[in-house]
T-cell receptor, first 113, second 113 residues
Framework: DADVTQTPRNRITKTGKRIMLECSQTKGHDRMYWYRQDPGLGLRLIYYSFDVKDINKGEISDGYSVSRQAQAKFSLSLESAIPNQTALYFC????????????FGSGTRLTVV | GENVEQHPSTLSVQEGDSAVIKCTYSDSASNYFPWYKQELGKGPQLIIDIRSNVGEKKDQRIAVTLNKTAKHFSLHITETQPEDSAVYFCAASPRSGYSTLTFGKGTMLLVSP
């Protein structure tokens, strides 16, 4: 089984719909992150959590919210999806120092029509 | 905050040639510099990293160099093979344990047989 599992892998949704992307990990890491990947723009940080009671906004948090349900679970929600949120979304984890590299999931490809 | 510039955005080489990808960073407090490889349909995977107390690190055909004075670091791949074709991301992180990785925009490397 993958260390970091993202569901769903692919999703098409309509403008205005609420959608949740889920992430679970078996690494035992305290820190979890949500990144968005767009062609030519690299990986941009949406939200991150250093432990279960900690939630922080990243570079591009507008239009998104997150929930850290447990050490192993971190979900990303789009309250009212819009077409420019069409992107590849990655969840990642790291240990408490953050300086031993991130472990990424396989990504969720989201299309908003 | 930290800003990471990565060049080139695309790089085409012949099998057996060397490939070099360069990154610059803005925050002199950054002390951790990982490189990630993203294959098609997968999440980024850590391939090598370097810390600010080291000038060069090598792992088989890949090496990373760091120039703290100039605030730039580079990935070197020797004897390239078709399976090296992927998108490569550099990243940087400040010294604080409460920091996150800032990624470059990525380099698409294509190795032709």
């Amino acid at each position: 089984d993958a260390d970091v599992t993202q569901t769903p892998r692919n999703r098409i949704t309509k403008t205005g719909k609420r959608i949740m992307l889920e992430c679970s990990q078996t690494k035992g890491h305290d820190r979890m992150y949500w990144y968005r990947q767009d062609p030519g723009l690299g990986l941009r940080l949406i939200y991150y959590s250093f432990d279960v009671k900690d939630i922080n906004k990243g570079e591009i948090s507008d239009g998104y919210s997150v929930s850290r349900q447990a050490q192993a679970k971190f979900s990303l929600s789009l309250e009212s999806a819009i077409p420019n949120q069409t992107a590849l979304y990655f969840c990642a984890t790291s240990d408490f120092t953050g300086n031993y590299g991130y472990t990424f999931g396989s990504g969720t490809r989201l299309t908003v029509v | 905050g930290e800003n990471v510039e990565q060049h080139p955005s695309t790089l085409s080489v012949q099998e057996g040639d060397s490939a070099v990808i360069k990154c610059t960073y803005s925050d002199s407090a950054s002390n951790y510099f990982p490189w990630y490889k993203q294959e098609l349909g997968k999440g980024p995977q850590l391939i090598i990293d370097i810390r600010s107390n080291v000038g060069e690190k090598k792992d088989q055909r890949i090496a990373v160099t760091l120039n703290k004075t100039a605030k730039h670091f580079s990935l070197h791949i020797t004897e390239t093979q078709p399976e090296d074709s992927a998108v490569y991301f550099c990243a940087a992180s400040p010294r604080s344990g409460y920091s996150t990785l800032t990624f470059g925009k990525g380099t698409m490397l294509l190795v032709s047989p």
